[in-house]
């Protein structure tokens, strides 16, 4: 079994965002995707899992990049555990050009549920893991506590709706973020960059959810938001920008 999975792309032109950048969602879902390849890559993908009426469930992502891939760069995601317990799987990932410079580094926290009872799975079972933690080293700081937007200097209503929903029919893990970015005027990526990005999915949204997106954007180097239904928070997000 490969302890570390690799995978090469190509950024396309109508793939970047009005910067001629990589956007941030493109990168989550990217790293999804890998975190894929390399679950199929050991029999503990999606298809081994559903047999058991499983899944596996994002829990956490937080990146941080020097920059994002361009518009027509070919790049590199490279994806290894760093260590796991019972109820978590810590996979990071490393992004870096095809020419070796690395962009940056992603850690993300992943759990197994099951379907019927909706309840955490002992991932313990899944002897795999424990033979296959890589040495590599993720140099970014790991994810700190969110807490909630208490302190909000603004708020936006937005119901779900159909294109926001994946096939397991509740929200999309990169459509609440899509929606908090959407927060923000096109003057604020033209003048700063997402440095650095955490993101913790509490509780499922489906369609049809009454939300509304809290955000404390009072210092103008770090954003706190959260997305709320029925007074419930659903997603908790920081970003820092960083000048252009």
């Keep these: 079994m490969l302890k570390e999975f690799s995978n090469t792309y190509y950024l396309s032109a109508g793939e970047c ?32 899992l559903i047999k058991s009426n499983q899944t596996w469930v994002l ?12 518009a027509g760069e070919s790049y590199e995601l490279i994806t290894w555990i760093e260590d796991y317990n019972r109820h ?30 909706r309840t955490l799975v002992d991932i313990s079972q899944l002897s795999y893991i424990s033979s296959n933690i890589s040495s590599r080293e993720c140099p970014i700081e790991p994810q ?62 489906h369609y049809g959810s009454a939300a509304k997106v809290a955000i404390n954007d009072s210092d103008p180097g770090e954003s706190r938001l959260a997305i709320v239904v029925d007074d419930v928070d659903r997603v908790r997000c920081r970003f820092t920008w960083k000048q252009r």
């Design 144 to 205: 700190s506590r969110l807490r909630p937007v208490a302190d909000a200097t603004r708020t936006v209503d937005y119901t779900f709706g159909y294109i926001d929903c994946d096939f397991n029919r509740h929200v999309n893990t990169v459509r609440y973020l899509e929606l908090m970015m959407n927060q923000y005027e096109l003057s604020q990526y033209d003048n700063n960059v997402i440095s650095r990005m955490e993101i913790a999915f509490v509780k499922e949204a």
């Design 88 to 117: 978590y799987s810590q996979r990071n990932i490393e992004i870096r050009t095809a020419a070796g410079e690395v962009l940056g580094f992603a850690r993300t926290i992943w759990m197994v549920i099951d379907l019927s009872e």
């Design 59 to 70: 829990s956490r992502v937080t990146t941080e990049m020097k920059r994002y891939p361009r």
């Design 17 to 48: 965002n009005p910067q001629g950048e990589m956007p941030l969602p493109l990168l989550v879902s990217r790293i999804i995707e890998i975190a894929t390849f390399h679950a199929n890559s050991w029999g503990v993908g999606f298809e081994h």
